[in-house]
């Protein structure tokens, strides 16, 4: 008990000493964004080019860290998950950020020429990241990368859950930013908190719906403008005419990925009544096509803790204690290997239909008519993404009119969140606002309008004393 209470009073002290440094950091940042509030496109390209060169030379020591938090992290999925989007999304910003620097000219009234006008877009100042366990890297650099390419100062809350990642990434960025330009933190979810009362000037948040309304409560105190990027029930949809083996392969990419454990991973599939047997089959025949076995498989990521575990373990077995069938595709787990399942006999009262699963399990909804399928949708929380496997082009553009989410992919999964050249973020209870290439650089901008005029000015002809004949014919040409 006294060691307990010796240890409980040691991290403590040692969260105290974290939080203050916070403040410390915050205040040298803004400090340096005052001395340098336009950062030039040469700066901005040289910090990008910097954390290029990083990545790409620490690529070994990043998997390692990642797969040693997760206590087994498929190298493969790191390059394709993390590494490889976090490259590309620098080599696309570096290669347009000129152009997105540049003001937008726009048109003005011809009631107030000779004038004009234009958009300027200017660095916010000093902006606050707050990553996930789930993409550690890719989910602090994308990030980093909007920020940075918009001219902005950068602090990055890291996830507890991912100590080595964490450590390596402040160790990286420390070698080639100043604390004033980037600055990496680490703590519990206390030290957290106190980062999300700092007052920004503008926060990122990627993570749990629960935890994101405690964030933007706390970011409401300083009014700071908050992306929230959650998550919630992101559904499949397979149609009436699809090949099961076409949807059910996809489908199982998107959800073996990472063990299920990604944002815009499917969190249910619905599926044609009379089809259920069928994409049972399918999907189990792709996924133990990935995978042949569990054990010792170094392709099958594990789940990121015991606590998490424990979560899964809860809902499958609140499933079953509720009627739901449970076809586990593996023998049996090893270690923190939690065997892939697919669950029928699903109903609103299980948890596994209430929470976001985030985890190797896929409960299958059978439906009658697309129509239900939409009414199924739209009756529930706005997920962050939405999946229709079925080539009938009418059909697709149904989905798109008659649905919402974040995101969609037509006969995919995943894989809109790595195109560059398109905004990603949620709706709803999944979230708010947009970043990922352009919309990064202009979610960390102002778009300050500027109104322009030199010497001569007309507007004098609309200035007080009112009722002048001039004044009426202004009225009477634009007044209308």
Request: charged share 20%; with cysteine.
């Amino acid at each position: 008990m006294v060691a307990d209470i010796a240890y409980l009073e040691q991290s403590l002290q040692h969260n105290q000493a974290l939080i203050e440094q916070l403040h410390t950091t915050f205040a040298h940042q803004r400090q340096a964004f005052q001395a340098n509030p336009m950062p030039s496109a040469e700066q901005r390209l040289q910090w990008l080019k910097a954390l290029r060169e990083v990545l790409a030379n620490q690529q070994q020591a990043l998997i390692q860290a990642i797969s040693q938090d997760f206590s087994n992290r498929s190298a493969d999925e790191t390059l394709l998950a993390e590494l490889m989007p976090s490259l590309h999304g620098i080599h696309y910003a570096s290669k347009r950020l000129k152009r997105w620097m540049k003001p937008s000219r726009r048109s003005v009234g011809l009631q107030f020429l000779p004038a004009s006008a234009k958009v300027v877009y200017q660095p916010l100042g000093v902006v606050g990241v707050i990553v996930p366990w789930n993409y550690p890297l890719f989910l602090a650099i994308g990030p980093l990368v909007g920020a940075l390419a918009a001219g902005n100062r950068v602090m990055i809350k890291m996830s507890e859950s991912t100590p080595a990642t964490s450590q390596l990434l402040k160790d990286l960025l420390a070698q080639i930013f100043p604390e004033d330009l980037v600055s990496v933190v680490l703590g519990e979810a206390e030290v957290g908190m106190a980062f999300s009362k700092l007052p920004f000037d503008h926060l990122l948040f990627t993570g749990a719906t629960s935890i994101g309304k405690q964030v933007m409560r706390a970011a409401a105190d300083n009014l700071t403008p908050v992306t929230l990027e959650l998550g919630g029930k992101s559904p499949a949809i397979v149609s009436a005419e699809v090949p099961l083996s076409d949807a059910a392969e996809r489908i199982a990419f998107g959800k073996t990925l990472n063990a299920g454990q990604t944002c815009v991973a499917p969190d249910y599939v619905l599926v044609p009544k009379d089809r259920v047997e069928g994409f049972v089959a399918a999907y189990r025949a792709a996924v133990q096509g990935f995978y042949p076995q569990l054990a010792d498989n170094p392709d099958y990521t594990a789940i990121i803790n015991e606590r998490q575990q424990q979560r899964l373990n809860g809902y499958l077995a609140d499933a079953q204690s509720k009627g739901a069938t449970v076809i586990p595709l593996f023998a049996e787990a090893q270690g923190r290997r939690m065997p892939h399942s697919l669950l029928l006999n699903v109903s609103d009262e299980m948890k596994v239909m209430q929470d976001e699963i985030f985890g190797p399990l896929l409960p299958i909804v059978p439906y009658e008519g697309i129509e239900a399928a939409f009414a199924y949708v739209n009756q529930r929380p706005r997920p962050l993404a939405l999946y229709y496997f079925g080539y009938d082009k009418g059909e697709q553009q149904r989905v798109l009119h008659e649905t919402h989410s974040g995101g969609v992919c037509l006969n995919d999964t995943l894989l809109h969140v790595a195109q560059d050249d398109m905004p990603f973020g949620g709706i709803g209870p999944s979230g708010m606002g947009h970043y990922h290439g352009h919309e990064g650089f202009l979610t960390f901008s102002k778009a300050k309008g500027v109104f322009i005029k030199q010497r001569f000015n007309a507007a004098r002809l609309i200035y007080p004393p009112y009722g002048q004949a001039l004044q009426k014919l202004v009225y009477k040409l634009f007044v209308r």
